[in-house]
């Protein structure tokens, strides 16, 4: 199975300041086939399922604000949130879809 | 307003089974892939199974496999998952989620508790 590592495992940031997390993945998830990262990022909220808020590792999701980006390749990624707002509280996940069975990071805590 | 509404949770004795239900609105379901994801509340998330969109086709983890059975009825709009000798280590929160890839549709899920 893949492994997806996340850090770090709780972040507290100041409303306006930049946020970000990191995902490492114990395999490639480049594919040669389409040149695409198969790397998401979910946002969940207390209470809430998970919401996707970015995919193909870069690309966000329809209505996701451009304050929420991702980036990197192969094995290393990131979210960043560049501009923390109070509704961005939340748990942050990764999620590889490279391989069944599909796997998840463990996890980022973001509180203000 | 696309939605995926699961049911059928409950509390459940070690051993014993549960048939817990997906029904999907708001979109044509049996064009897409669909999955069971399970969450201990306030962890991380766990991949249980996936269906392709006629049916034809199922994948699990190995955790599960042998003993859950993922099935799908598009005229009814509704994903299940069948879910026999049930451990301890079964409960959770079962979310299903829509996608062939990635996951871009999810339930509230619905409460599986196993214990006696």
């Known amino acids: 199975d893949i492994v997806m590592t996340q850090s770090p495992e709780s972040l507290t940031v100041s409303l306006g300041e930049r946020a970000t997390i990191n995902c490492k993945s114990s395999?490639?998830?480049?594919?040669?086939?389409?040149?695409?990262?198969?790397l998401a990022w979910f946002q969940q909220k207390s209470g809430q399922p998970p919401k996707l808020l970015i995919y193909w590792a870069s690309t966000r999701e329809s209505g996701v604000p451009d304050r929420f980006s991702g980036s990197g390749s192969g094995t290393d990624f990131t979210l960043t949130i560049s501009s923390l707002q109070a509704e961005d509280v939340a748990l942050y996940f990764c999620q590889q879809y490279y391989r069944i069975p599909l796997t998840f990071g463990g996890g980022t805590k973001v509180a203000i | 307003e696309k939605q995926l509404v699961e049911s059928g949770g409950g509390l459940v004795q070690p051993g014993g089974s549960l048939r817990v239900s997906c029904e999907a609105s708001g979109f044509i379901f049996s064009n897409y892939w669909m999955h069971w994801v399970r969450q201990v509340p306030g962890t991380g998330l766990v991949w249980v199974s996936r269906?392709?969109?006629?049916?034809?086709?199922?994948d699990y983890a190995d955790s599960v496999k042998g003993r859950f059975t993922i099935s799908r009825d598009n005229a009814k709009n509704t994903l299940y998952l069948e879910m026999n000798n049930l451990r301890a280590e079964d409960t959770a929160l079962y979310h299903c989620?829509?996608?062939?890839?990635?996951?871009?549709?999810w339930g509230q899920g619905t409460l599986v508790t196993v214990s006696s």
């Open positions: 989620a829509r996608g062939g890839v990635p996951l871009n549709l």
């Open positions: 269906i392709n969109m006629d049916g034809s086709a199922t």
């Open positions: 395999q490639n998830l480049l594919s040669t086939s389409n040149n695409k990262d198969f």
